[in-house]
Structures are given as C-alpha cells and as structure tokens.
C-alpha cells in the first residue's frame, strides 16, 4: 500500500512537471520572445510553490518521528534554500 504522504508529494511532482511541460509548449506555439519570458515568469512563481508545498506535506508527515531538534534543522535547511533562490 502507498502511504498517503507519499502519494501526495508524487502527485504534486507530477502535476508540477505537467505544468512545465505544458509552458514549454506554450513557448513553443507562441514562438515570440515576449510571450516566452512571460510564461516562464508564471513558472517562478509555480517552482517555489510546489517545493514549498511539498516539503511541508513531508514534514507534517514525519512530525511525529522528528526531535525538535532535527525538526529546527530542517526549516534552518529550507529557509537557506528559498533564500539562496530568491536572493538576486
């Protein structure tokens, strides 16, 4: 059986990797440089989302197994990473 954690994470990958797939094609059909960089302005604001997303469907899943400690540790790790992201 797929936990239900899981199965939710991998869904959320899939949808997300859907959404690429589909902005790539826009690109493609529209074929102008404007509308291209337009869409894939949209997708900057889908990538972080679903990382956001699905890293915290992850920890409400392993709250329960995690100190606090390593519980610190891995927002200190998301925070380092969405700062590394946004940073310009």
């Known amino acids: 059986m797929i936990n239900k954690i899981v199965l ?3 869904m959320l990958r899939l949808l997300s990797g859907s959404i690429e ?3 790539a094609l ?4 529209f074929n102008q440089i404007e509308k291209a960089l337009l869409v ?3 997708l900057a604001l889908v990538g972080p989302l679903v ?3 699905t890293t915290t469907i992850g920890l409400v ?3 329960d197994k995690l ?3 390593k519980f610190v540790w891995v ?3 998301v925070a380092c990473l969405f700062i590394g992201i946004l940073k310009k």
Not at 26 to 29: G, K, Q, V
Request: proline share 0%.
């Open 8 to 10: 939710s994470m991998a």
């Open 21 to 23: 797939i589909m902005a």
């Open 26 to 29: 826009l690109m493609l059909r």
């Open 40 to 42: 894939n302005s949209g």
């Open 51 to 53: 990382l956001l997303t």
């Open 61 to 63: 899943g392993l709250a």
């Open 67 to 69: 100190s606090i400690g």
């Open 75 to 77: 927002l200190a790790g």
